[in-house]
Protein backbone atom coordinates (compact mmCIF):
# COMPACT_ATOMS: atom_id res chain seq x y z
CA UNK A 1 0.00 0.00 0.00
CA UNK A 2 2.81 2.41 0.77
CA UNK A 3 4.60 1.89 -2.54
CA UNK A 4 1.19 2.29 -4.28
CA UNK A 5 0.42 5.55 -2.35
CA UNK A 6 4.03 6.97 -2.93
CA UNK A 7 3.85 5.95 -7.09
CA UNK A 8 1.00 8.21 -7.46
CA UNK A 9 2.39 11.17 -5.05
CA UNK A 10 5.81 10.96 -7.20
CA UNK A 11 3.70 11.68 -10.21
CA UNK A 12 1.67 14.34 -8.82
CA UNK A 13 5.22 15.77 -7.26
CA UNK A 14 7.04 15.78 -10.51
CA UNK A 15 3.99 17.70 -11.90
CA UNK A 16 3.61 20.09 -9.09
CA UNK A 17 5.92 20.64 -6.43
CA UNK A 18 7.07 24.01 -5.85
CA UNK A 19 11.10 22.60 -5.90
CA UNK A 20 10.66 22.05 -9.36
CA UNK A 21 9.82 24.75 -12.20
CA UNK A 22 6.24 24.34 -13.87
CA UNK A 23 6.08 21.65 -16.12
CA UNK A 24 10.10 20.71 -14.92
CA UNK A 25 10.96 16.98 -14.55
CA UNK A 26 12.79 15.25 -11.51
CA UNK A 27 16.33 13.52 -11.94
CA UNK A 28 17.63 11.28 -9.71
CA UNK A 29 21.03 11.89 -7.68
CA UNK A 30 23.21 9.60 -5.99
CA UNK A 31 21.04 9.61 -2.98
CA UNK A 32 19.34 6.57 -3.11
CA UNK A 33 16.11 5.22 -1.54
CA UNK A 34 16.51 3.39 2.16
CA UNK A 35 13.45 0.52 2.30
CA UNK A 36 12.19 0.32 5.76
CA UNK A 37 13.70 -3.33 5.86
CA UNK A 38 15.92 -5.58 7.98
CA UNK A 39 18.87 -4.17 6.38
CA UNK A 40 18.72 -0.59 7.18
CA UNK A 41 19.99 -1.95 11.21
CA UNK A 42 20.30 -5.66 11.14
CA UNK A 43 17.50 -5.88 12.69
CA UNK A 44 14.24 -8.05 11.49
CA UNK A 45 12.18 -5.60 13.91
CA UNK A 46 12.69 -2.33 12.19
CA UNK A 47 9.36 -0.70 12.37
CA UNK A 48 8.18 2.21 10.29
CA UNK A 49 6.14 4.35 12.50
CA UNK A 50 5.23 6.85 9.23
CA UNK A 51 6.57 10.04 7.93
CA UNK A 52 8.55 11.94 10.04
CA UNK A 53 6.71 15.70 11.40
CA UNK A 54 6.90 18.33 8.42
CA UNK A 55 8.94 20.59 10.99
CA UNK A 56 11.68 18.01 12.02
CA UNK A 57 14.89 19.65 11.47
CA UNK A 58 17.08 18.66 8.66
CA UNK A 59 20.31 19.53 7.96
CA UNK A 60 21.56 18.42 4.36
CA UNK A 61 25.23 18.63 2.45
CA UNK A 62 24.88 19.04 -1.18
CA UNK A 63 27.74 17.72 -3.16
CA UNK A 64 27.91 19.02 -6.85
CA UNK A 65 29.87 17.67 -9.48
CA UNK A 66 33.19 18.57 -10.69
CA UNK A 67 33.71 19.95 -14.14
CA UNK A 68 35.79 18.36 -16.97
CA UNK A 69 35.84 14.79 -15.45
CA UNK A 70 37.32 13.50 -18.31
CA UNK A 71 40.65 15.23 -18.15
CA UNK A 72 40.57 15.07 -14.17
CA UNK A 73 40.42 10.99 -14.70
CA UNK A 74 43.11 11.08 -17.00
CA UNK A 75 45.36 13.50 -14.67
CA UNK A 76 44.91 11.42 -11.73
CA UNK A 77 45.32 8.14 -13.88
CA UNK A 78 48.71 9.23 -14.64
CA UNK A 79 49.37 10.35 -10.87
CA UNK A 80 47.99 6.77 -9.64
CA UNK A 81 50.23 4.97 -12.85
CA UNK A 82 53.78 6.93 -11.46
CA UNK A 83 53.49 8.28 -15.42
CA UNK A 84 53.41 11.94 -14.02
CA UNK A 85 54.17 13.88 -10.45
CA UNK A 86 52.77 17.08 -11.40
CA UNK A 87 50.06 17.64 -9.35
CA UNK A 88 48.14 20.68 -9.17
CA UNK A 89 48.01 23.81 -6.48
CA UNK A 90 44.60 24.42 -5.15
CA UNK A 91 44.13 28.11 -7.59
CA UNK A 92 44.88 25.19 -10.17
CA UNK A 93 42.39 22.87 -9.49
CA UNK A 94 39.96 25.39 -9.03
CA UNK A 95 40.56 26.70 -12.47
CA UNK A 96 40.08 23.51 -13.95
CA UNK A 97 37.97 21.26 -12.68
CA UNK A 98 35.40 22.68 -9.30
CA UNK A 99 31.81 24.21 -10.04
CA UNK A 100 31.67 27.86 -11.44
CA UNK A 101 30.19 30.13 -9.02
CA UNK A 102 27.01 30.43 -11.80
CA UNK A 103 26.79 26.82 -10.51
CA UNK A 104 26.35 27.08 -7.33
CA UNK A 105 24.07 30.09 -7.18
CA UNK A 106 21.53 28.06 -9.20
CA UNK A 107 21.69 25.22 -6.56
CA UNK A 108 21.91 28.04 -3.87
CA UNK A 109 18.45 29.86 -5.40
CA UNK A 110 16.98 26.38 -5.21
CA UNK A 111 17.94 25.69 -1.71
CA UNK A 112 16.58 29.10 -1.15
CA UNK A 113 13.20 28.82 -2.47
CA UNK A 114 12.09 25.45 -0.77
CA UNK A 115 12.93 27.46 2.53
CA UNK A 116 16.19 25.99 3.86
CA UNK A 117 18.44 28.75 5.53
CA UNK A 118 21.78 29.25 7.09
CA UNK A 119 23.26 27.90 3.58
CA UNK A 120 26.94 27.91 3.55
CA UNK A 121 29.26 27.22 0.55
CA UNK A 122 32.79 25.45 0.93
CA UNK A 123 35.57 27.30 -0.48
CA UNK A 124 35.86 24.80 -3.08
CA UNK A 125 32.44 24.88 -3.93
CA UNK A 126 32.12 21.43 -3.93
CA UNK A 127 29.48 21.40 -1.15
CA UNK A 128 27.09 23.57 0.36
CA UNK A 129 25.56 22.72 3.67
CA UNK A 130 21.69 24.31 4.57
CA UNK A 131 19.79 24.03 7.98
CA UNK A 132 15.80 22.97 6.83
CA UNK A 133 13.04 20.75 8.04
CA UNK A 134 11.31 17.22 6.77
CA UNK A 135 9.01 19.72 4.52
CA UNK A 136 11.74 21.40 2.97
CA UNK A 137 14.02 18.76 2.56
CA UNK A 138 10.66 17.41 0.39
CA UNK A 139 10.25 20.39 -1.51
CA UNK A 140 13.80 20.45 -2.31
CA UNK A 141 14.62 16.83 -2.80
CA UNK A 142 11.18 15.30 -3.57
CA UNK A 143 12.01 13.13 -0.88
CA UNK A 144 9.92 11.40 1.86
CA UNK A 145 11.33 11.06 5.22
CA UNK A 146 9.75 8.39 7.37
CA UNK A 147 10.62 7.49 10.85
CA UNK A 148 11.34 3.75 12.12
CA UNK A 149 12.70 2.35 16.04
CA UNK A 150 14.74 -0.78 15.60
CA UNK A 151 17.07 -2.30 18.48
CA UNK A 152 15.62 0.13 20.43
CA UNK A 153 16.87 3.04 18.45
CA UNK A 154 14.83 6.03 16.84
CA UNK A 155 16.02 7.34 13.25
CA UNK A 156 14.82 8.57 9.96
CA UNK A 157 15.15 7.92 6.28
CA UNK A 158 14.60 9.02 2.91
CA UNK A 159 12.08 6.09 1.34
CA UNK A 160 12.40 7.57 -1.85
CA UNK A 161 15.27 8.70 -3.88
CA UNK A 162 16.71 12.27 -3.73
CA UNK A 163 15.65 14.02 -6.55
CA UNK A 164 16.75 17.44 -7.99
CA UNK A 165 15.05 19.59 -11.04
CA UNK A 166 16.21 18.60 -14.53
CA UNK A 167 18.14 22.14 -14.71
CA UNK A 168 20.32 21.07 -11.66
CA UNK A 169 21.12 17.23 -12.92
CA UNK A 170 24.07 17.95 -14.40
CA UNK A 171 25.20 19.96 -10.81
CA UNK A 172 24.09 17.89 -8.11
CA UNK A 173 26.02 14.78 -7.31
CA UNK A 174 24.18 13.39 -3.90
CA UNK A 175 22.37 15.06 -1.23
CA UNK A 176 23.41 14.02 2.64
CA UNK A 177 21.19 14.68 5.78
CA UNK A 178 18.34 12.93 4.51
CA UNK A 179 19.20 9.70 6.84
CA UNK A 180 20.63 8.86 10.41
CA UNK A 181 20.61 5.32 9.91
CA UNK A 182 23.90 4.81 8.64
CA UNK A 183 26.89 7.19 10.20
CA UNK A 184 30.48 7.21 10.75
CA UNK A 185 32.15 5.11 13.59
CA UNK A 186 35.41 5.46 15.41
CA UNK A 187 37.65 2.32 15.20
CA UNK A 188 39.34 1.93 18.13
CA UNK A 189 39.79 -0.95 20.65
CA UNK A 190 40.94 -0.15 24.57
CA UNK A 191 42.84 -2.67 26.82
CA UNK A 192 44.08 -2.34 30.61
CA UNK A 193 47.11 -0.84 30.75
CA UNK A 194 50.25 -2.53 30.67
CA UNK A 195 53.84 -2.09 31.50
CA UNK A 196 55.45 -0.17 28.81
CA UNK A 197 57.51 -2.58 26.24
CA UNK A 198 60.44 -4.28 27.94
CA UNK A 199 63.96 -5.73 27.07
CA UNK A 200 61.48 -9.34 26.48
CA UNK A 201 62.21 -11.64 23.67
CA UNK A 202 58.90 -11.63 21.54
CA UNK A 203 56.64 -10.08 23.71
CA UNK A 204 53.03 -8.80 23.29
CA UNK A 205 52.96 -5.54 25.30
CA UNK A 206 52.08 -1.64 25.30
CA UNK A 207 54.30 0.92 23.80
CA UNK A 208 54.45 4.37 24.31
CA UNK A 209 54.26 5.94 21.27
CA UNK A 210 57.53 7.11 20.81
CA UNK A 211 58.66 3.31 20.86
CA UNK A 212 56.79 2.91 17.47
CA UNK A 213 59.71 4.60 14.73
CA UNK A 214 62.30 2.39 16.52
CA UNK A 215 60.16 -0.44 16.22
CA UNK A 216 59.26 -0.04 12.77
CA UNK A 217 62.94 1.67 11.59
CA UNK A 218 61.98 5.13 11.68
CA UNK A 219 64.37 7.01 13.70
CA UNK A 220 67.14 7.65 11.20
CA UNK A 221 64.65 10.02 9.17
CA UNK A 222 64.60 13.07 9.98
CA UNK A 223 61.39 14.46 11.97
CA UNK A 224 58.49 15.50 9.35
CA UNK A 225 59.18 19.47 10.54
CA UNK A 226 58.70 20.32 7.04
CA UNK A 227 54.98 18.48 6.40
CA UNK A 228 51.76 19.47 7.40
CA UNK A 229 49.29 16.58 8.55
CA UNK A 230 45.54 16.97 8.75
CA UNK A 231 43.51 14.97 11.03
CA UNK A 232 39.36 14.47 10.16
CA UNK A 233 38.18 14.35 13.94
CA UNK A 234 34.50 15.24 15.27
CA UNK A 235 33.22 17.43 18.29
CA UNK A 236 35.20 19.55 21.24
CA UNK A 237 38.91 19.07 21.36
CA UNK A 238 39.63 20.99 24.13
CA UNK A 239 40.86 18.29 26.42
CA UNK A 240 42.66 16.48 23.09
CA UNK A 241 44.87 19.36 22.69
CA UNK A 242 45.48 19.70 26.83
CA UNK A 243 46.54 16.17 26.19
CA UNK A 244 48.62 16.40 23.27
CA UNK A 245 50.52 19.12 25.47
CA UNK A 246 50.96 16.44 28.57
CA UNK A 247 52.22 13.88 25.70
CA UNK A 248 54.40 16.39 24.35
CA UNK A 249 55.83 17.60 27.92
CA UNK A 250 56.46 13.27 28.69
CA UNK A 251 58.18 12.58 25.43
CA UNK A 252 60.52 15.93 25.43
CA UNK A 253 58.66 17.15 22.43
CA UNK A 254 58.56 20.77 21.69
CA UNK A 255 54.83 21.78 21.06
CA UNK A 256 53.48 21.11 17.60
CA UNK A 257 51.73 24.40 15.87
CA UNK A 258 47.89 22.87 15.70
CA UNK A 259 44.80 24.16 14.15
CA UNK A 260 41.28 23.62 14.68
CA UNK A 261 39.14 23.84 11.40
CA UNK A 262 35.41 23.73 12.00
CA UNK A 263 34.12 22.10 8.94
CA UNK A 264 30.19 22.98 10.12
CA UNK A 265 28.85 24.18 13.83
CA UNK A 266 30.66 23.73 16.71
CA UNK A 267 30.05 21.18 19.18
CA UNK A 268 30.59 19.95 22.46
CA UNK A 269 30.70 16.46 22.07
CA UNK A 270 33.35 14.86 23.54
CA UNK A 271 32.90 10.93 23.41
CA UNK A 272 35.64 10.85 20.67
CA UNK A 273 38.29 12.33 22.94
CA UNK A 274 39.92 8.50 22.77
CA UNK A 275 39.82 8.27 19.46
CA UNK A 276 41.35 12.11 18.65
CA UNK A 277 44.09 11.40 21.08
CA UNK A 278 45.43 8.29 19.73
CA UNK A 279 45.53 9.61 16.61
CA UNK A 280 47.26 12.90 17.33
CA UNK A 281 49.86 11.57 20.17
CA UNK A 282 50.56 8.40 17.95
CA UNK A 283 51.13 10.69 14.33
CA UNK A 284 53.36 12.80 16.19
CA UNK A 285 55.59 10.66 17.66
CA UNK A 286 55.24 8.09 14.32
CA UNK A 287 56.43 11.46 12.70
CA UNK A 288 59.50 12.08 15.02
CA UNK A 289 57.94 14.45 17.19
CA UNK A 290 57.92 17.34 14.96
CA UNK A 291 55.47 18.67 11.91
CA UNK A 292 55.07 21.78 9.96
CA UNK A 293 51.25 22.34 11.48
CA UNK A 294 49.07 19.43 12.49
CA UNK A 295 44.85 20.70 11.46
CA UNK A 296 41.98 19.16 12.94
CA UNK A 297 39.21 19.18 10.32
CA UNK A 298 36.12 18.91 12.72
CA UNK A 299 32.90 17.54 12.01
CA UNK A 300 29.85 18.86 13.90
CA UNK A 301 28.19 14.94 14.30
CA UNK A 302 29.54 12.08 13.19
CA UNK A 303 26.13 11.47 10.04
CA UNK A 304 27.63 11.39 6.65
CA UNK A 305 26.34 14.99 5.83
CA UNK A 306 29.00 16.25 8.36
CA UNK A 307 31.89 14.02 7.82
CA UNK A 308 31.88 14.56 4.44
CA UNK A 309 32.19 18.21 4.66
CA UNK A 310 35.32 17.49 7.29
CA UNK A 311 36.84 15.72 4.13
CA UNK A 312 36.24 18.25 2.13
CA UNK A 313 37.35 21.05 4.54
CA UNK A 314 40.46 19.04 4.31
CA UNK A 315 40.55 19.28 0.43
CA UNK A 316 39.74 22.62 0.35
CA UNK A 317 42.38 23.75 2.54
CA UNK A 318 44.80 21.97 0.73
CA UNK A 319 47.57 22.34 2.80
CA UNK A 320 48.11 18.89 5.17
CA UNK A 321 49.95 16.51 2.51
CA UNK A 322 48.72 13.67 4.69
CA UNK A 323 45.46 13.37 6.21
CA UNK A 324 44.67 10.69 9.13
CA UNK A 325 40.85 8.90 8.94
CA UNK A 326 40.38 6.75 11.86
CA UNK A 327 36.47 6.17 11.05
CA UNK A 328 34.60 4.30 8.59
CA UNK A 329 30.68 2.58 8.22
CA UNK A 330 29.76 -0.05 5.87
CA UNK A 331 30.11 0.47 2.22
CA UNK A 332 26.95 -0.37 1.05
CA UNK A 333 25.25 1.90 3.30
CA UNK A 334 27.66 4.57 2.44
CA UNK A 335 26.61 3.73 -1.18
CA UNK A 336 22.96 4.03 -0.96
CA UNK A 337 23.41 7.73 1.05
CA UNK A 338 25.14 8.81 -2.46
CA UNK A 339 28.37 8.92 -0.29
CA UNK A 340 30.82 6.81 -2.06
CA UNK A 341 30.44 8.86 -4.94
CA UNK A 342 30.97 11.94 -2.97
CA UNK A 343 33.77 11.40 -0.93
CA UNK A 344 35.78 9.73 -3.92
CA UNK A 345 34.99 12.78 -5.79
CA UNK A 346 36.97 14.51 -2.85
CA UNK A 347 39.52 11.91 -2.34
CA UNK A 348 40.22 11.81 -5.83
CA UNK A 349 40.87 15.67 -5.71
CA UNK A 350 43.19 15.20 -2.90
CA UNK A 351 45.25 12.52 -5.21
CA UNK A 352 45.15 15.67 -7.65
CA UNK A 353 46.50 18.12 -5.54
CA UNK A 354 49.12 15.70 -4.24
CA UNK A 355 47.38 14.79 -1.04
CA UNK A 356 47.07 11.19 0.51
CA UNK A 357 44.58 9.91 2.87
CA UNK A 358 45.40 7.31 5.25
CA UNK A 359 42.05 5.66 6.12
CA UNK A 360 41.33 2.28 9.10
CA UNK A 361 39.76 -0.56 7.73
CA UNK A 362 38.05 -1.15 10.42
CA UNK A 363 37.82 -3.82 13.41
CA UNK A 364 35.23 -6.11 12.80
CA UNK A 365 37.87 -8.52 11.10
CA UNK A 366 36.08 -9.46 7.45
CA UNK A 367 32.81 -8.28 9.11
CA UNK A 368 31.95 -5.25 8.87
CA UNK A 369 28.75 -5.52 7.49
CA UNK A 370 28.12 -8.09 9.63
CA UNK A 371 26.08 -10.81 7.74
CA UNK A 372 26.21 -9.26 4.56
CA UNK A 373 28.99 -8.68 1.97
CA UNK A 374 31.24 -5.65 2.05
CA UNK A 375 34.43 -3.74 3.90
CA UNK A 376 34.36 -0.28 5.53
CA UNK A 377 33.97 2.74 3.24
CA UNK A 378 35.93 5.23 3.12
CA UNK A 379 39.02 2.50 3.16
CA UNK A 380 37.31 1.18 0.48
CA UNK A 381 38.05 4.05 -2.35
CA UNK A 382 40.91 3.53 -4.55
CA UNK A 383 41.98 6.76 -3.75
CA UNK A 384 42.95 6.23 -0.46
CA UNK A 385 45.57 4.11 1.27
CA UNK A 386 44.03 2.22 3.45
CA UNK A 387 45.58 0.97 6.77
CA UNK A 388 44.92 -2.75 8.61
CA UNK A 389 45.96 -3.92 11.82
CA UNK A 390 48.78 -6.61 12.97
CA UNK A 391 49.43 -7.99 16.31
CA UNK A 392 53.12 -6.80 17.12
CA UNK A 393 55.74 -8.55 18.99
CA UNK A 394 58.48 -7.17 20.17
CA UNK A 395 61.88 -7.46 21.99
CA UNK A 396 62.30 -4.07 23.92
CA UNK A 397 62.28 -1.33 21.41
CA UNK A 398 63.01 -3.81 18.28
CA UNK A 399 60.74 -5.08 15.79
CA UNK A 400 60.44 -9.49 16.27
CA UNK A 401 57.27 -10.47 13.75
CA UNK A 402 53.85 -9.43 13.19
CA UNK A 403 50.59 -11.55 12.93
CA UNK A 404 47.24 -10.72 11.66
CA UNK A 405 44.85 -9.12 14.25
CA UNK A 406 42.23 -10.69 13.89
CA UNK A 407 40.09 -7.78 14.64
CA UNK A 408 41.69 -5.98 11.36
CA UNK A 409 39.24 -5.05 8.72
CA UNK A 410 40.00 -6.61 5.21
CA UNK A 411 38.60 -8.09 1.94
CA UNK A 412 37.15 -7.41 -1.46
CA UNK A 413 35.23 -4.52 -2.15
CA UNK A 414 31.55 -5.41 -3.11
CA UNK A 415 31.07 -1.38 -4.21
CA UNK A 416 34.45 0.00 -5.34
CA UNK A 417 36.26 -1.18 -8.60
CA UNK A 418 39.50 -2.77 -8.44
CA UNK A 419 41.98 0.01 -9.77
CA UNK A 420 44.66 -0.61 -12.11
CA UNK A 421 47.16 -0.48 -10.22
CA UNK A 422 45.90 -3.25 -8.13
CA UNK A 423 45.01 -5.77 -10.57
CA UNK A 424 48.00 -4.92 -12.58
CA UNK A 425 49.65 -6.06 -9.58
CA UNK A 426 48.25 -9.78 -9.66
CA UNK A 427 47.47 -9.71 -6.13
CA UNK A 428 43.47 -10.31 -5.99
CA UNK A 429 42.07 -13.45 -5.54
CA UNK A 430 38.49 -13.91 -4.58
CA UNK A 431 37.07 -11.00 -6.49
CA UNK A 432 39.68 -10.11 -9.48
CA UNK A 433 36.87 -6.78 -10.63
CA UNK A 434 36.61 -4.88 -7.14
CA UNK A 435 39.34 -3.21 -4.69
CA UNK A 436 40.98 -5.34 -2.33
CA UNK A 437 41.72 -3.87 1.21
CA UNK A 438 43.78 -3.62 2.79
CA UNK A 439 47.18 -1.75 1.45
CA UNK A 440 48.97 -2.19 4.60
CA UNK A 441 49.06 -3.01 8.22
CA UNK A 442 50.74 -1.65 11.67
CA UNK A 443 50.34 -2.51 15.46
CA UNK A 444 46.53 -2.81 15.69
CA UNK A 445 46.03 -5.07 18.58
CA UNK A 446 45.24 -3.68 22.05
CA UNK A 447 47.74 -5.73 24.42
CA UNK A 448 50.25 -4.57 21.49
CA UNK A 449 48.89 -1.19 21.51
CA UNK A 450 49.90 2.53 22.29
CA UNK A 451 49.73 4.04 26.03
CA UNK A 452 48.05 7.33 24.93
CA UNK A 453 46.80 9.94 27.34
CA UNK A 454 43.40 10.50 27.71
CA UNK A 455 42.08 13.24 30.26
CA UNK A 456 45.53 13.48 31.85
CA UNK A 457 45.84 9.62 32.35
CA UNK A 458 47.38 6.90 30.73
CA UNK A 459 44.85 4.17 28.64
CA UNK A 460 46.34 1.59 26.41
CA UNK A 461 44.56 1.63 23.25
CA UNK A 462 44.84 -0.38 19.70
CA UNK A 463 42.34 -1.04 16.69
CA UNK A 464 42.66 0.27 13.12
CA UNK A 465 42.96 3.94 14.72
CA UNK A 466 46.52 3.35 15.70
CA UNK A 467 47.63 1.57 12.71
CA UNK A 468 46.31 4.63 10.44
CA UNK A 469 47.96 6.78 12.18
CA UNK A 470 51.52 5.29 12.09
CA UNK A 471 51.13 5.20 8.38
CA UNK A 472 49.94 8.94 8.50
CA UNK A 473 52.87 10.01 10.98
CA UNK A 474 55.70 7.76 9.23
CA UNK A 475 54.58 8.43 5.74
CA UNK A 476 54.40 12.70 6.45
CA UNK A 477 58.48 11.38 7.60
CA UNK A 478 59.13 10.42 4.38
CA UNK A 479 57.64 13.38 2.63
CA UNK A 480 59.68 15.54 4.49
CA UNK A 481 62.37 13.74 3.33
CA UNK A 482 61.26 14.13 0.08
CA UNK A 483 60.85 18.02 0.06
CA UNK A 484 56.77 16.86 -0.22
CA UNK A 485 57.25 15.82 -3.88
CA UNK A 486 55.32 12.71 -3.47
CA UNK A 487 52.08 11.70 -4.63
CA UNK A 488 49.79 8.40 -3.66
CA UNK A 489 52.27 5.81 -2.47
CA UNK A 490 49.80 3.41 -3.31
CA UNK A 491 50.76 2.26 -6.94
CA UNK A 492 54.42 2.25 -6.28
CA UNK A 493 53.98 0.13 -3.42
CA UNK A 494 51.97 -2.28 -5.20
CA UNK A 495 54.23 -2.20 -8.13
CA UNK A 496 57.71 -2.44 -6.24
CA UNK A 497 57.32 -4.48 -3.28
CA UNK A 498 56.49 -7.81 -4.80
CA UNK A 499 60.29 -8.07 -5.86
CA UNK A 500 61.55 -6.30 -2.77
CA UNK A 501 60.82 -7.79 0.36
CA UNK A 502 63.04 -6.23 2.68
CA UNK A 503 61.07 -2.76 2.18
CA UNK A 504 58.40 -4.42 4.49
CA UNK A 505 57.55 -7.35 6.66
CA UNK A 506 55.27 -9.44 5.10
CA UNK A 507 52.41 -10.90 7.76
CA UNK A 508 52.09 -14.75 6.90
CA UNK A 509 50.53 -16.13 10.31
CA UNK A 510 46.93 -15.19 11.39
CA UNK A 511 43.44 -14.39 9.95
CA UNK A 512 40.73 -11.33 10.75
CA UNK A 513 37.92 -13.95 10.25
CA UNK A 514 37.04 -14.60 6.57
CA UNK A 515 41.06 -14.75 5.31
CA UNK A 516 44.14 -15.84 6.03
CA UNK A 517 47.57 -14.52 6.19
CA UNK A 518 49.79 -15.79 3.05
CA UNK A 519 53.19 -14.85 1.36
CA UNK A 520 53.05 -11.61 -0.41
CA UNK A 521 49.58 -8.72 -0.24
CA UNK A 522 47.05 -10.84 0.97
CA UNK A 523 43.04 -9.71 2.53
CA UNK A 524 44.36 -9.98 6.10
CA UNK A 525 47.11 -7.65 6.17
CA UNK A 526 47.81 -6.33 2.66
CA UNK A 527 51.67 -6.15 2.52
CA UNK A 528 51.71 -5.39 6.03
CA UNK A 529 54.04 -3.32 7.45
CA UNK A 530 56.60 -0.58 6.23
CA UNK A 531 60.58 -1.09 7.25
CA UNK A 532 59.87 2.56 6.96
CA UNK A 533 64.18 3.79 6.73
CA UNK A 534 64.56 1.01 3.69
CA UNK A 535 61.43 2.68 1.82
CA UNK A 536 62.66 5.70 2.40
CA UNK A 537 65.85 4.74 0.81
CA UNK A 538 64.48 2.84 -2.15
CA UNK A 539 62.13 5.90 -2.84
CA UNK A 540 65.13 8.36 -3.76
CA UNK A 541 66.25 5.63 -6.75
CA UNK A 542 62.82 4.89 -7.78
CA UNK A 543 60.19 7.28 -9.93
CA UNK A 544 57.50 5.32 -9.26
CA UNK A 545 56.95 7.40 -6.21
Known amino acids: MIAKQHAVALIVAGLFTAGAQAGEAWVNTATQAHP ?13 TGEVAAGQSVHVAVTLKLRNKAQLDALTSSLLAGTSHKTLSHNEFMAQFAPTQAQVQQVVAHLQKSG ?20 TAKTAFNATLHRFNANGRTAFANVTAAQVPQSLGNIVLAVHGLQNVHTFHTTLQKAGVQAFAKAKTNSVVGHNPTDFPLIYNASSLPPASNTTVGIIAEGDLTQTLQD ?32 WNLDSQDILAAAGGALQQMNFYVATSMTNA ?14 AKVINVSLGECETGAQSDGMVASDDQIFQTAVAQGQTFSVSTGDS ?16 SPYVIAVGGTTLSTSGTKYSSESVWNGGGGGPSVVEAAPAWQTKAGVLTTSKTKRGVPD ?5 DPNSGALVVVNGSNEQIGGTSLAAPLFTGFWARIQSAHGNSLVSPNPAIYQYFKANTGLYHDVTTGN ?12 ATGWGSLNVSALNTFIGSHSGF
Do not use: H
Open 116 to 135: FRNIKVAANRMLITADGSAA
Open 512 to 523: NGGYKATKGWDY
Open 244 to 275: LQQFEDSAGYSYVQTNVVNAGDASSDTDGVGE
Open 306 to 319: DITAAFNSAVSDGS
Open 36 to 48: LVSTLTRSTTAQS
Open 440 to 444: VSFDA
Open 365 to 380: GSAECGNSAGQSYPAT
